[in-house]
């Protein structure tokens, strides 16, 4: 379930199909949102590893930003 990536709850991870060459999380916000930059945790338990870089796609087209220490800016875009 993908609101388990973004619920905030150490007990829940979105974990992608092991078999997905190209995992995808999309996500959409009820208004507008200004982003510049993202944080991803996860739990030390959970059956799974973290990302060491992210592709976020948006209208302006699609920024690849590496993560350091689960954390990443980037130029800031606006998004739905």
Request: avoid cysteine; aromatic fraction near 4%.
């Given at each position: 379930i993908q609101v388990a990536a973004i619920d905030e709850d150490?007990?829940?991870t979105w974990i992608a199909a092991e078999?997905?060459?190209?995992p995808t999380l999309r996500l959409s916000f009820l208004e507008?949102?200004?982003?510049?930059g993202l944080r991803l945790r996860l739990d030390r338990q959970a059956p799974?590893?973290?990302?060491?870089r992210v592709t976020l796609v948006h209208d302006d087209g699609q920024?690849?930003?590496s993560l350091r220490d689960?954390?990443?800016s980037f130029?800031?875009?606006t998004t739905d």
């Amino acid at each position: 379930i993908q609101v388990a990536a973004i619920d905030e709850d150490g007990a829940t991870t979105w974990i992608a199909a092991e078999e997905d060459p190209e995992p995808t999380l999309r996500l959409s916000f009820l208004e507008p949102q200004r982003l510049t930059g993202l944080r991803l945790r996860l739990d030390r338990q959970a059956p799974a590893t973290a990302p060491d870089r992210v592709t976020l796609v948006h209208d302006d087209g699609q920024t690849t930003v590496s993560l350091r220490d689960g954390r990443a800016s980037f130029p800031a875009f606006t998004t739905d």
